[in-house]
């Protein structure tokens, strides 16, 4: 498999789980760099818009979390009053997802799977997702897409869209492939605490009487915003790549004294990092780094499903 914007390499390690080899990754942030190479022994290379997709080994999957850039459809009216014949292809081009789609186009995996943001499926009254959707049919793959939440794994509410793709010429729309039975066993926020936080983690007397203003003055208003304090029995809120900020969003309740944010390591957790899971970065980045990330295991539960179909495909001789 390759691993594309793999950030601090989740969907790699969930994949490596399951028996995958990676073969090619790339990403451009130098922290996230850090932090991948740290933990698999390899500097992801950079921009994948400069990376030629000659270059790239083959593979069987492709892998990505590629951040959603808004792309307009305009193109498609004015190309065909000019009578001009168009793909989809051009309508991607400035964003990321172009890069994707043209690695798809030249090395043909036997699978893909892509993970974005839940907001993903209904961006621009869901005229994005239908270019997405329809550039991905066109180069010849049929697809399987959900939004799934995290909580089923974590302590974490957190939806995110997975779309899957076989290969029409392999599989030929006969695959298999369901998404993952979620299980209903509550998760425990209290689980993934550590038993002795630093002190540098509790709020301050500033920042705490900040919050609370914050909330109040947002309540009165008749607006929702303000500080997540998490319920230790239950779920926390989203983590975000914000949370360096303030931690507002997911805040431990303390005796007798003011909440705390999560230390980096109880982020590794919530995210389903294992403890040997090396963080060579500071806080701010580390915090950063995870609340870009994605759910370890239910990539993994979602990849099981999806690696199934692919080494059915080669026992049966179509590949």
């Known amino acids: 498999f390759i691993d594309l914007f793999a950030g601090i390499g989740g969907i790699r390690l969930a994949y490596q789980n ?23 022994g390899e500097v992801p290379f950079g921009d994948i818009r400069i990376i030629k997709e000659n270059l790239i080994p083959d593979h069987d999957l492709l892998l990505a979390g590629f951040p959603c850039q808004p792309f307009s459809i305009a193109g498609v009216s004015k190309k065909n009053a000019l009578g001009k014949a168009h793909g989809f292809l051009d309508e991607t081009q ?27 499926r209904s961006h621009d009254k869901g005229r994005t997702f239908k270019v997405i959707e329809n550039t991905l049919l066109e180069l010849g793959y049929s697809l399987h897409y959900k939004i799934l939440d995290g909580k089923h794994f974590v302590p974490q509410h957190r939806e995110r869209i997975l779309i899957v793709g076989f290969r029409e010429s392999i599989f030929h729309n006969k695959e298999n492939f369901k998404f993952p039975e979620l299980s209903d066993t509550p998760m425990k926020f209290r689980e993934i605490l550590e ?7 509790t709020l301050t007397d500033h920042l705490w009487n900040y919050l609370q203003e914050y909330a109040k003055k947002h309540k009165e208003k008749g607006n929702g ?16 790549a914000r949370y360096y900020k303030d931690g507002s969003e997911v805040l431990i309740p303390q005796d007798h004294k003011n909440p705390r944010r999560l230390t980096v390591r109880e982020c590794a957790r919530l995210m389903g990092y294992p403890d040997k899971y090396l963080i060579p970065v500071s806080d701010t980045q580390a915090y950063r780094q995870f609340g870009n990330s994605v759910i370890v295991p ?15 495909s080669g026992e049966s001789g179509k590949s």
């Open 18 to 40: 399951l028996g995958g080899k990676c073969v090619f990754t790339s990403e451009w942030d130098r922290f996230a760099k850090q932090t991948y190479e740290a933990n698999f």
């Open 94 to 120: 400035g964003t990321l997802f172009f890069d994707i789609a043209r690695i798809i186009k030249a090395k043909k995996p036997k699978a893909f799977m892509l993970e974005n943001v839940k907001n993903l």
């Open 195 to 201: 038993d002795k936080p630093d002190t540098k983690y």
């Open 225 to 240: 915003f303000g500080f997540g304090l998490t319920d230790l029995n239950g779920i926390s809120r989203t983590l975000s």
């Open 298 to 312: 239910l990539i993994q539960a979602v990849g099981k499903n999806l690696v199934n179909e692919i080494l059915k």
